[in-house]
Antibody
Framework: EVQLVESGGGLVQPGRSLTLSCAAS????????MHWVRQAPGKGLEWVSG????????GYADSVKGRFTISRANAKNSLYLQMNSLGPEDTALYYC???????????????WGQGTRVTVSS | QSVLTQPPSVSGAPGQRVTISCTGS?????????VHWYQQLPGTAPKLLIY???NRPSGVPDRFSGSKSGTSASLAITGLQAEDEAGYFC????????????FGGGTQLTVL
């Protein structure tokens, strides 16, 4: 089955760190760019970060630049998001998303996981 | 405030046609970047509905269509069905600052 399964979310205090993981299956993971997209409760979608098939090109939203780090392990069919200096504004459902092409710079996002919830609160 | 502007809500009766607009600027849609559309049913993850302005992924009914002109894009849904009641989001790439993907704020479609 073609799917993306996120894990690692939870309740974390402001200023702390958290790492999200995404396990891909059912497709050739290292052929595609990948993204993290988040959705705050009752709000719209916000792109967080993207990475090309070989990690050669990476992009971040201005809201997370310098705090979040995206990475991938193609041998493990896995995508990661290291999140540091978390604040209440980072509270959201975080989706792991597959790009239609090998980059992260073009094409649509054609496969979404079910998301992992991150809550930043003291 | 979202970089791409969508109406918060639209509605229509079963069988009718509705359109959802997505207005951008010269740094995104107007710069020639493609527009993609997503459908989000209640309590579920978004699903790609239209890619590359007017292309449907396999399995998406031809009742859904997309168009783009200038700095705007539109999603049209014909023959409205109760199961179309969902949130709809447009997306494009924005080349301002360091460059990033941007989404519209979303439009809630109500089938009357």
């Amino acid at each position: 089955e073609v799917q993306l399964v996120e894990s690692g979310g939870g309740l974390v205090q402001p200023g702390r760190s958290l790492t999200l993981s995404c396990a891909a299956s059912g497709f050739t993971f290292d052929d595609y760019g990948m993204h993290w997209v988040r959705q705050a409760p009752g709000k719209g979608l916000e792109w967080v970060s993207g990475i090309s098939w070989n990690s050669g090109s990476i992009g971040y939203a201005d809201s997370v630049k310098g705090r979040f780090t995206i990475s991938r392990a193609n041998a493990k069919n896995s995508l990661y998001l290291q999140m540091n200096s978390l604040g209440p504004e980072d509270t959201a459902l975080y989706y792991c998303v597959k790009n239609m092409g090998s980059s992260w710079l073009d094409d649509g996002f054609d496969l979404w996981g079910q998301g992992t919830r991150v809550t930043v609160s003291s | 405030q979202s970089v791409l502007t969508q109406p918060p809500s639209v509605s229509g009766a079963p069988g009718q046609r509705v359109t959802i607009s997505c207005t951008g600027s010269s740094s995104n849609i107007g710069a020639g970047y493609d527009v993609h559309w997503y459908q989000q049913l209640p309590g579920t993850a978004p699903k790609l509905l239209i890619y590359g302005n007017n292309n449907r992924p396999s399995g998406v009914p031809d009742r859904f269509s997309g168009s783009k002109s200038g700095t705007s894009a539109s999603l049209a849904i014909t023959g409205l069905q109760a199961e179309d009641e969902a949130g709809y989001f447009c997306q494009s790439y924005d080349s301002s600052l360091s460059g990033s993907w941007v989404f519209g704020g979303g439009t809630q479609l109500t089938v009357l």
